[in-house]
């Protein structure tokens, strides 16, 4: 298939879809019609087609979107055929929240250890996953073949840390701190902001609260 360019707009799209085809699957259906994808996801039809003409149209006339086919391709694109090695720096409450998600492992994202400068949290394990200083980190990385890591320290020391990370081959970073990381053109960073997402919400709660005020 020829790769063509496609936009961020329809990436950021595209986890959205992997779900609910992930979903279909699991409850046994083997095809859908854009129509009927767009009535579950409530996105319009003609944006179903538009997204997935990106990768060369999967869909035939009269026959719909083959559900595995699409899943697999979208997967490709995402990068999921390749399972990936996490470690994750910082094992507070965030850090050992995200070590107790089973479900990052489904996806292909394996976590391998979580890193602290706490001593106290040295030689504990969080669902099995051992908690190491991080003079051991460089090794560790080396040794399990770690690609990503994920970042949940104070602000203030991210920078730092990030820029070890670098150093020790890391090239994917998910990013909780609260600060932009400053990192080579090879490395790429996806930055997570819970406070945002409720930010949003709460726009969207007024603006209904608006509408209720006006009726
Ligand atoms: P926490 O205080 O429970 O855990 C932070 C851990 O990082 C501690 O165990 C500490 O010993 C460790 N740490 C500090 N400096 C370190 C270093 N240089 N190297 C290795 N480990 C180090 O904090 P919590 O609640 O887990 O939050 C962690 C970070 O994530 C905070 O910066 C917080 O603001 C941020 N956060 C971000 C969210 C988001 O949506 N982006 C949501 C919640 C928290």
Do not use: C
């Not at 090879?186 to 919400?201: F, K, P, T, Y």
């Amino acid at each position: 298939m020829e790769k063509k360019e496609i936009s961020q707009a329809v990436i950021t799209r595209l986890p959205r879809y992997y779900r609910y085809l992930g979903e279909l699957l699991e409850n046994s259906i083997e095809r859908i019609s854009s129509n009927e994808l767009s009535k579950r996801m409530q996105v319009t039809a003609s944006q179903i087609r538009q997204d997935l003409n990106n990768f060369g149209g999967f869909g035939q006339q009269g026959y719909g979107y083959n559900v595995k086919y699409l899943h697999t391709e979208i997967g490709k694109i995402l990068g999921l055929d390749d399972k990936h090695n996490l470690i994750i720096i910082g094992a507070g409450n965030l850090g050992q929240a995200l070590a107790n998600y089973t479900s990052f492992e489904r996806i292909g994202f394996v976590i391998k250890g979580l890193f602290d400068i706490n001593p106290k949290l040295n030689g504990i394990t969080v669902r099995g996953i051992p908690v190491k200083r991080m003079d051991e980190m460089q090794n560790f990385i080396k040794e399990h073949s770690i690609d990503m890591a994920i970042l949940t320290i104070p602000k203030e020391r991210a920078i730092e840390v990030a820029t070890m990370l670098v150093d020790f081959g890391i090239k994917g970073i998910w990013n909780f701190a609260h600060t932009d990381l400053n990192v080579p053109d090879d490395v790429v960073v996806e930055n997570v902001h819970l406070s945002e997402s409720l930010m949003r919400l709460s726009y969207n709660l007024k603006q209904e609260e608006n509408k209720n005020n006006v009726k």
